[in-house]
């Protein structure tokens, strides 16, 4: 319990509401960047090192240009673009991009890129009716009515495209020399799909078949690969993990970030052990045994993401396991041995987010 004794109820209001309002500021703010990355404001931005007025900047972005005004200023005032001169007319103002933002507002793979925040936002003010009834209820919300694909795709994207082959992959030395030898591994829970993107680019001989419960996500991450130019050899099937008529014959088998979002873990784990002749590894998030108050920002930001998304999203199923985001070590490894696997370790992985674990058995 956090103690608050020390402080008087006058003090107490005053920072909670201070951090309240800085909290709805930020948000409202992440929104705004949001709005500049789907009108591709930022884009145009960085195409002009000289800076650009309003009107170019609306003319290069097909937007209206008193939108783009209010947006510019805005922007300035957030000390998220550079303005020349303030007292100038708001039509001659010249705004620029500061150097160093395109790692943040431009780069999906950079692991700055935060700009997928902004389709958490918007998801918890399209579900947030359909939250209060399941609080109310004991119910869930289905996963396909938040639309988050993209956003939790673009969110894990930089981790998948930078660390995955390159750093996590070493930990497995036979799974990676299985795939390096034109083997075969199974990703469960694929969303978007690109993990399995990485690990076909990292592993240009092996192939990967890639589950996901949503039509959605497989429809994006079948254009994901097209694009990436490795969809001959990524299978991506529409298909319910904890299936017990799901077949296969795998090197290895991925769960990347998956495990809580599921009404039946066990299930789940189950199938993949069915798959494979070798490991199971289980990505989820970095938590420790214990709850932790006051928590630093990653887990702070699990926290919420359970109470708006994950544990919600777990129970429309009945019965659920209602895992919520935050898995501790001790619930995995118990959801492990019920699935029949005898011996779990913890990767080698130094991760802010993430926490790996090697199913064997």
Known sequence: MTATAHRTPETVAEELAGRLFEAGLGAME????????????????????AGVTPTE?????????RYVREWCEQQAAAEFLDVDDTTADAQDRRYTLPAGSEAVLLDPDSPAYVVPLTGFLESGGRVMAALERAYRTGGGVPYADYGVQHAQGGFNRPAFTGRLVAEWMPTLPDLDAALRAGGAVAEMGCGVGWAAIALARGYPDATIDAFDADPASIDAARANAAEAGVADRISFVVADVTDPALTGDYAGVFAFETIHDLADPVAALQTARRLTRGPVVVMDENVGDDVVAPAGPFERLFHAASVLHCLPVGRCAEPSAATGTVMRPATLRRYAGDAGFTRVTD????DAMFRFYRLEG
């Open 57 to 65: 900047l609306a003319a290069a972005t097909g937007a209206d240009a």
């Open 347 to 350: 990767l080698p992985i130094e």
């Open 30 to 49: 992440l929104l705004t960047v949001g709005l500049g990355d789907r009108l591709g404001l930022y884009r145009a931005l960085a195409a002009e090192d």
